[in-house]
């Protein structure tokens, strides 16, 4: 899902030694070069959703490929939910042209194609659309302001078809799913009880 947690349980798991932690670069999807594609996607999607995710896809890419420092990595979402999840949402939605999800879609086959993205787990953090939307009015970024809770639910949507009923994209790998509408310090003891698990090697979603 998207403002769900997914960052403070990296923290959390940050702590543990042996692990290495990849954020999401939503950093660079703020600022690239003094432009800030992620602001413009939410005010346009249609004229800059192109833009944001060609950048997402790259940058996500480049953290897929980055050298690896410790015996397990943890990896804040992935080029698959780039593009099976936000850029689908775009198009689906009419909010993306056809051209642009064709160019998208065709730069995403010859890169998983061509280059071996290995995931061994993929964690979903299962929340339901409304506690995102209250996570997000409490987080507070000035580009998400204008996300409606409709937003949310259309990308939950696809979350659960991608992941838990399975009937819309391939996945990289098998799923663990912790259901994350709880307070902290449930989630801690969540993660506490499914660290095992995760430490086999994850990517969070
Ligand atoms: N279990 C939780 N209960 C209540 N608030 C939470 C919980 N987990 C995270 N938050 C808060 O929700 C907001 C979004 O969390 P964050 O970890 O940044 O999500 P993500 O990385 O998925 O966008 C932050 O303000 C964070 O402090
Ligand atoms: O492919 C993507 C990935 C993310 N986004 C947006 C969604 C959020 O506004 C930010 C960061 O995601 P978090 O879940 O808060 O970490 O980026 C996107 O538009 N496209």
Aim: charged fraction near 20%; charge should be negative.
């Amino acid at each position: 899902m998207t403002i769900n947690g997914k960052t403070t349980c990296l923290e959390y798991f940050s702590k543990t030694s042996n692990i290495e932690v990849l954020t999401e670069p939503v950093s660079k999807w703020r600022n690239v070069r003094g432009h800030n594609p992620l602001a413009l996607m939410y005010q346009d999607p249609k004229r800059w959703g192109i833009t944001l995710q060609t950048y997402v896809q790259l940058t996500m890419l480049d953290r897929h490929l980055s050298s690896v420092s410790a015996p397990v990595r943890m990896m804040e979402r992935s080029i698959f939910s780039a593009k099976y999840i936000f850029v689908e949402n775009l198009f689906r939605s009419g909010k993306m042209p056809e051209v642009d999800f064709a160019v998208l879609s065709e730069w995403f086959d010859w890169i998983t194609t061509n280059i071996s993205i290995p995931v061994d787990l993929i964690v979903y953090l299962q929340t339901s659309p409304q506690t995102c939307y209250e996570r997000l009015k409490q987080r507070c970024r000035e580009e998400e302001k204008v996300i409606p809770l409709e937003y949310l639910e259309s990308i939950h949507h696809l979350y659960e078809d991608w992941l838990i009923k399975q009937t819309s994209f391939p996945l990289p790998a098998p799923v663990l799913v912790i259901p994350a509408d709880h307070d902290l310090q449930n989630m801690l003891h969540q993660y506490e009880e499914n660290r095992d698990k995760i430490l086999a090697g994850s990517c969070l979603l």
